[in-house]
């Protein structure tokens, strides 16, 4: 977990202002200048941040109302317990997407990603369109990446080398993404198959955790979204080297 | 590339989807974009292709598959009447009732000559 820690609100305000982006936000209520609640109602009216979660401390008793204006996700009592502050986080953040994506602008973007860490990558995806823009971005990033264009083609590339992630498109020809994934399920155990990551263009409500529930390790969506693709290669772990 | 062209009831070409890719390919952002939108528009006449070819032989199957191909490729392009025209087309087809399909595939090929104009370079 990254922190990043301010003095003040004008300070809080100027990272967030630089476009930083984060999982949440913890404030004081009491500090100079400007104090947690007024800092808390500034944040909620920055573009992209009115759904942050906040987390305030305090050494004064939650006065009910105002605080309840500004949306605070948890009230803490200060001095903190660290368990009750990994619990109101764990809370928090279990609710909320990993990533927060909001604007298609400016996601950033890492062209040694590829050196640093090296992934074998295959993408399983017949539609030229997408074929060409996730192999450029795969590129980009420092990553040389195999194309198949159905599931039979998959199975065939998983056979010939060892990959340490399959990005699965889920709508293919012959044999598509969930029959694939279900194959290579039952003929490679854990710790011996690549991460399977499911792309779709499937935008539907539940699409995540549908994908997860059938067996798959990751999912993101089309149009790639660079951040998330970065995202789901981070979390990638090479296979060990035969 | 032409800015955001707007006709009737909304835009033919939302140019922030393929701008967003801009600042990952760097240098080769302006023959990446080109190179997408060309794909595109060689594509999108097949897959218009196949979704009245499998209206035809009745082949829902390749008929579904291209209107998803269509709605996902148009999506990406930023083309984004034409890609709710062929997600909704895509869904009837999943639900199985084919009423109208024919009004609908006609439009989604009306709306693919207003985005061949406004992505032509």
Do not use: C
């Not at chain 1, 007024?38 to 009216?45: C, Y």
């Not at chain 1, 709508?171 to 499911?198: C, F, N, S, T, Y």
């Not at chain 2, 952002?29 to 528009?41: G, K």
């Not at chain 2, 209107?67 to 996902?72: D, G, I, N, R």
């Amino acid at each position: 977990m990254k922190t990043l820690a301010a003095a003040s609100g004008a300070e809080t305000l100027d990272i967030l202002r630089s476009g930083e982006k984060f999982d949440a936000i913890i404030l004081d209520m009491q500090m100079p200048e400007m104090d947690g609640l007024t800092l808390a109602g500034e944040i909620r009216k920055l573009p992209l941040l009115d759904s942050v979660p906040l987390i305030m401390l305090t050494s004064m008793g939650r006065r009910s109302g105002v605080e309840e204006e500004a949306g605070f996700a948890a009230f803490l009592t200060k001095p903190v317990k660290p368990s009750h502050l990994l619990d109101a986080l764990s809370t928090i953040l279990a609710d909320r997407p990993r990533v927060i994506l909001q604007k298609p602008e400016a996601p950033a973007f890492d062209s040694a990603l590829g050196e640093r860490h090296p992934l074998r990558i295959l993408l399983a995806e017949d539609n030229v369109v997408n074929q060409k823009v996730a192999v450029s971005i795969l590129k980009r990033m420092g990553y040389r990446s195999d194309v198949a264009a159905n599931g039979l083609e998959v199975l065939e590339a998983l056979r010939r080398q060892t990959y340490d992630v399959v990005l699965l498109d889920m709508q293919m020809p012959e044999m598509d993404g969930e029959v694939a994934a279900q194959q290579i399920k039952k003929i490679w155990p854990q710790g011996k198959r690549p991460r399977l990551v499911a792309m779709t263009a499937n935008a539907l409500e539940g699409d995540r955790e549908r994908y997860l529930a059938l067996g798959l390790d990751d999912y993101v969506s089309k149009p790639i979204h660079v951040a998330e693709l970065k995202r789901a290669l981070e979390e990638t772990q090479p296979l060990p080297k035969n | 590339l032409k800015l955001d062209e707007k006709q009737g009831d909304g835009m033919i070409i939302d140019t922030s989807a393929l701008e967003a890719y801009r600042e990952v390919m760097g240098e080769e952002a302006d023959s990446f974009i080109a190179d997408i939108i060309d794909t595109y528009l060689k594509n999108a006449p097949l897959l218009l292709n196949a979704m009245q070819e499998g209206l035809a032989q009745n082949d829902i199957k390749s008929f579904i598959r291209a209107a998803h191909t269509l709605k996902s490729n148009s999506a990406t392009v930023g083309a984004r009447a034409l890609a709710s025209l062929a997600a909704e087309i895509e869904g009837q087809g999943n639900s199985g009732d084919l009423n109208g399909i024919n009004v609908k595939v006609a439009q989604a090929m009306e709306e693919f000559i207003r985005v061949q104009a406004a992505l032509k370079p």
